[in-house]
């Protein structure tokens, strides 16, 4: 049994900075790609930005290029998310999602507001 336990959100105004973290645990033997998603209200669930297994190669969304960093540290299990310049449009439910011993797996999400 694996888990992935996303934390870091909360309310930020516009032009702020959050970081989100992503740990997992339980029974792991490996990990590969991690990643992270975002679900605003009303609207779709958008890929956000992921890492490879090394953390040698990253990659973003258009909309967040720039602004957002993706990181792991493998010591530890968890990948990170640094977000710089925080618009309102950035409001959405994160989710972090990683391969692990195969399977892709699933945080349960974290709450990122930006607002004045």
């Known amino acids: 049994q694996v888990q992935l336990v996303d934390s870091g959100g909360g309310l930020v105004q516009p032009g702020g900075s959050l970081r989100l973290s992503c740990a997992a645990s339980g029974s792991i033997f490996s990990i590969g790609a991690m990643g992270w998603y975002r679900q605003a209200p009303g609207k779709q669930c958008e890929w956000v930005a992921d890492?490879?297994?090394?953390?040698?190669?990253?990659a973003y969304a258009d909309s967040v290029k720039g602004r957002f960093t993706i990181s792991r540290d493998n010591a530890k299990n968890t990948v990170y998310l640094q977000m710089n310049s925080l618009k309102p449009e950035d409001t959405a439910v994160y989710y972090c999602?990683?391969?692990?011993?195969?399977?892709?797996?699933w945080g349960q999400g974290t709450q990122v507001t930006v607002s004045s």
């Open positions: 999602n990683a391969v692990i011993n195969g399977l892709l797996n």
């Open positions: 890492i490879t297994a090394s953390g040698g190669r990253t």
